[in-house]
Nanobody, 124 residues
Framework: QVQLVESGGGVVQAGDSLGLACTASGRTSLIYAMAWFRQAPGKERDFVALIFESNGKTIYADSVKGRFTISSDNAKNTMYLKMNSLKPEDTAMYYC?????????????????WGQGTQVTVSS
């Protein structure tokens, strides 16, 4: 079907910028939305940003709005996350996911596929 690979993680200082990428392969025509999530040790996985492939509309978590920018290049089957003004609380494993679908029984969105993640560490 589809495979997702994240890249671009690393260790940076507070205030620095970093760019992440998620490249999809396989049946990429099936992708209608791509999103970034993050999970810090001992914490739940949190939504970061999403982009719809059809119209380019984006959604951001309040915690990253104004600092992070999500974008995609359909020709390259790649989604990007530009992170500016990074804070120590941004430290987490960042995951790429595709195709959210509402689970009516639980009232939540479930994603069809996840990548393995890329680590972002922001030191103070």
């Amino acid at each position: 079907q589809v495979q997702l690979v994240e890249s671009g993680g690393g260790v940076v200082q507070a205030g620095d910028s970093l760019g992440l990428a998620c490249t999809a392969s396989g049946r990429t025509s099936l992708i209608y939305a791509m999103a970034w999530f993050r999970q810090a040790p001992g914490k739940e996985r949190d939504f970061v940003a999403l982009i719809f492939e059809s119209n380019g509309k984006t959604i951001y978590a309040d915690s990253v709005k104004g600092r992070f920018t999500i974008s995609s290049d359909n020709a390259k089957n790649t989604m990007y996350l530009k992170m500016n003004s990074l804070k120590p609380e941004d430290t987490a494993m960042y995951y790429c996911a595709i195709n959210p679908r509402m689970d009516d029984s639980r009232g939540t969105y479930e994603y069809a596929l996840w990548g393995q993640g890329t680590q972002v560490t922001v030191s103070s």
